[in-house]
C-alpha cells in the first residue's frame, strides 16, 4: 500500500479488509447514491477504498466482510484529502 500514489491505472494487489464503514446516502445533481468504504491494509500499509452504488452490493449481501482477504484487479487511484484513495471502477474485486 506505501507505493500507491494518486493518478495511478490497472492498479493489482491483494489485502486484508480492516474495517468496513458503514453505508451512507448522498445525492448529487438531483441523483441519489450510496458509499460505502473500505479500509485495506497489507504489510506496507493502509489504504481507503470507496465503493459506489452498484459496487456495494458486494458488502451488503455479505459477499465481503471485515477480515477477508481481497484481490483487487484493475483497480485505479484518485487523490482524496492529500492522500491515495483505492477505486474499483471497471475493475474486479475477489475474496
Known sequence: ?????????????TARVVRVFEPREFSRNGKAGIVQTLMLADG??????????????????????????VRIEGGFTKENRGA???????????V
Open 1 to 13: 500500500m506505501s507505493n500507491l500514489i494518486p493518478g495511478l491505472r490497472s492498479v493489482d494487489i
Open 44 to 69: 506496507t500499509g493502509r489504504v481507503r477504498m470507496p465503493l459506489w452504488n452498484e459496487e456495494t452490493k458486494l458488502l451488503s449481501e455479505g459477499k465481503i466482510k471485515e477480515d477477508d482477504v
Open 84 to 94: 491515495a484513495e483505492l477505486r474499483l471502477g471497471k475493475g474486479k474485486m475477489t
